[in-house]
């Protein structure tokens, strides 16, 4: 688990403006850092004590790993999400994200590898959440719902609803309710996370040849939006996001092969 020390070193990618996602996740890959999670930087929001970065934080939006795999079998339709080692739209930008702002898929990725269905599904890290368990808000008939988490009165860790919240907002169980404390403390009431409606997810697998998932990324609002978490669908191909990473921002001439220097328009972060 990253420590509260660890977090003081957090920083947003590009550190100016914003970029779409494949652009922002080829950033990160290219300079070698890790992308945080929700609960990080949930935590991070906190703890920092820089008090530039804590607003920056605070009130920057952006693509969080923990995209939501949808999957319809003798279970029902089931919700999982994977650690960011296992995101499949990080781990594979270039597809995920050109099926993500296409027209056609209207905003879907769909896995169609049975192995790679597999990696996520028998993962014990990954949060497996049946809807028969998820109550969400929303018309039969909408693509998305939501559930709400109040800060002061956070579901309890027995629902579904109160361990989907603890995967987004804490790094532990134990620090769930000390997080939602603060949060309330910051004047967050009330935090709504996003997901598909079930009989979406089920006609578009059904209309969908050969797809064994369908994913959606996720989106982090800031304390501004009340740190919702969102689908991330109408922000693909923006050039407003940001990828909250760990660590320092690396001059790539470091880590590069000797024989390759690309130019600066090809990547921003070089020889700065």
């Given at each position: 688990?990253?420590?509260?020390?660890?977090?003081?070193?957090?920083?947003?990618?590009?550190?100016?403006?914003?970029?779409?996602?494949?652009?922002?996740?080829?950033?990160?890959?290219?300079?070698g850092l890790k992308p945080l999670e929700s609960a990080d930087i949930t935590k991070s929001r906190m703890v920092v004590d820089d008090k530039t970065l804590k607003k920056k934080l605070r009130e920057g939006n952006g693509?969080?790993?923990?995209?939501?795999?949808?999957?319809?079998?003798?279970?029902?339709?089931?919700?999982?999400?994977?650690?960011?080692?296992?995101?499949?739209?990080?781990?594979?930008?270039?597809?995920?994200?050109?099926?993500?702002?296409?027209?056609?898929?209207?905003?879907?990725?769909?896995?169609?590898?049975?192995?790679?269905?597999?990696?996520?599904?028998?993962?014990?890290?990954?949060?497996?959440?049946?809807?028969?368990?998820?109550?969400?808000?929303?018309?039969?008939?909408?693509?998305?719902?939501?559930?709400?988490?109040?800060?002061?009165?956070?579901?309890?860790?027995?629902?579904?609803?109160?361990?989907?919240?603890?995967?987004?907002?804490?790094?532990?169980?134990?620090?769930?309710?000390?997080?939602m404390k603060m949060l309330s403390e910051s004047g967050i009431e009330n935090i709504r996370v996003y997901f598909l409606m079930e009989n979406y997810i089920r006609n578009v697998l059904a209309g969908q040849k050969d797809?064994?998932?369908?994913?959606?990324?996720?989106?982090?609002?800031?304390?501004?939006?009340?740190?919702?978490?969102?689908?991330?669908?109408?922000?693909?191909?923006?050039?407003?996001?940001?990828?909250?990473?760990?660590?320092?921002?690396?001059?790539?001439?470091?880590?590069?092969?000797?024989?390759?220097?690309?130019?600066?328009?090809?990547?921003?972060?070089?020889?700065?």
């Amino acid at each position: 688990m990253i420590s509260d020390e660890q977090l003081q070193r957090i920083k947003i990618i590009p550190e100016r403006g914003g970029k779409d996602l494949l652009d922002c996740i080829k950033d990160v890959n290219y300079l070698g850092l890790k992308p945080l999670e929700s609960a990080d930087i949930t935590k991070s929001r906190m703890v920092v004590d820089d008090k530039t970065l804590k607003k920056k934080l605070r009130e920057g939006n952006g693509w969080v790993p923990n995209s939501r795999i949808y999957t319809v079998g003798d279970a029902g339709v089931m919700v999982h999400i994977p650690p960011a080692d296992l995101d499949p739209v990080f781990n594979n930008p270039e597809e995920a994200c050109f099926e993500l702002g296409a027209w056609m898929t209207k905003g879907n990725y769909f896995m169609k590898s049975k192995d790679s269905i597999d990696a996520i599904v028998n993962d014990e890290r990954v949060l497996h959440a049946p809807y028969s368990g998820i109550a969400l808000i929303g018309r039969e008939d909408n693509e998305e719902g939501q559930f709400v988490v109040q800060t002061a009165n956070p579901p309890a860790l027995e629902t579904w609803e109160g361990k989907i919240a603890r995967k987004h907002f804490a790094r532990t169980e134990r620090e769930f309710y000390g997080n939602m404390k603060m949060l309330s403390e910051s004047g967050i009431e009330n935090i709504r996370v996003y997901f598909l409606m079930e009989n979406y997810i089920r006609n578009v697998l059904a209309g969908q040849k050969d797809a064994k998932a369908l994913v959606r990324t996720c989106w982090l609002n800031s304390f501004k939006f009340n740190s919702d978490l969102v689908d991330g669908k109408n922000y693909v191909n923006q050039d407003v996001g940001h990828i909250f990473v760990l660590g320092p921002v690396i001059h790539k001439k470091e880590i590069l092969e000797p024989s390759y220097r690309p130019k600066w328009r090809d990547n921003p972060f070089y020889n700065r």
